[in-house]
């Protein structure tokens, strides 16, 4: 099955400093992948689509001056935290999206529990 | 809009009691509908699946069935294990290159 990877799993940066997270498709090509925030107990929030060769589109609410995505190839996207502080504290979720046939899934990395100090 | 609502959590369950937890949607047309699930710490993984109306999606003993005239997805199992527990989200696809749609989840808590 499609396999997508995160890295790195858990990271724990100083405030004020910048964090990139990786989101790698390892065994198909994704023109599309998409970035999740999670809440403890609560569900995921998208925060923006990620299309490769062109700027991400970000849900309403989300800046993307501070959450930057670069997708530069069919299978990697990182997410930047730029100037992290504590309350970008978070469970960050990436997907991929796939042609299946008529229709269309989304492959899902294990996550990057992200804490700001 | 289109909207995806679950039944409150927690769910908590002796080992092999049956499970339902409900999922009702809100969409035109005709979306795709996903079961996911999330173990502790972990990202999501796909359960099952159905992308038209009366399909049934079944894994790992886990079942729901598309029923468009209820707007529904109720995910069931006949007999839940303490390895089950986990968070549930109900998901919906409204287009084929759209954006999943998650419910809010739903924790399961399995006692032996």
């Known amino acids: 099955g499609a396999v997508v990877s995160q890295h790195p799993s858990r990271v724990i940066c100083k405030s004020g400093t910048s964090v990139k997270i990786e989101c790698r498709s390892l065994?198909?090509?994704?023109?599309?992948m998409f970035w999740y925030r999670q809440f403890p107990k609560q569900s995921l929030m998208l925060m923006a689509t990620s299309n490769e060769g062109s700027k991400a589109t970000y849900e309403q609410g989300v800046e993307k001056d501070k959450f930057l995505i670069n997708h530069a190839s069919l299978t990697l996207s990182t997410l930047t935290v730029t100037s992290a502080h504590p309350e970008d504290s978070s469970f960050y979720i990436c997907?991929?999206?796939?042609?299946?046939?008529?229709?269309?899934?989304?492959?899902f990395g294990p996550g990057t529990r992200l804490t700001v100090t | 809009g289109n909207s995806v609502t679950q039944m409150e959590g927690p769910v908590t369950l002796s080992e092999e009691a049956f499970l339902t937890i409900n999922c009702t949607y809100t969409a035109t047309g005709y979306p795709s509908l996903f079961w996911y699930v999330q173990y502790p710490g972990e990202g999501l993984q796909l359960l099952l699946k159905?992308?038209?109306?009366?399909d049934k999606g079944s894994n790992k003993g886990f079942e729901a069935t598309y029923r468009k005239e209820t707007t529904s997805f109720h995910l069931e199992k006949g007999s839940v294990q303490v390895s089950d527990s986990a968070v549930y989200f109900c998901a919906l696809i409204y287009n084929q290159g759209g954006k999943l749609i998650f419910g809010q989840g739903t924790e399961l808590s399995v006692k032996p």
């Open positions: 159905a992308t038209k109306a009366d």
């Open positions: 065994d198909f090509q994704a023109t599309t």
């Open positions: 997907s991929a999206r796939a042609h299946q046939g008529e229709h269309y899934e989304q492959y």
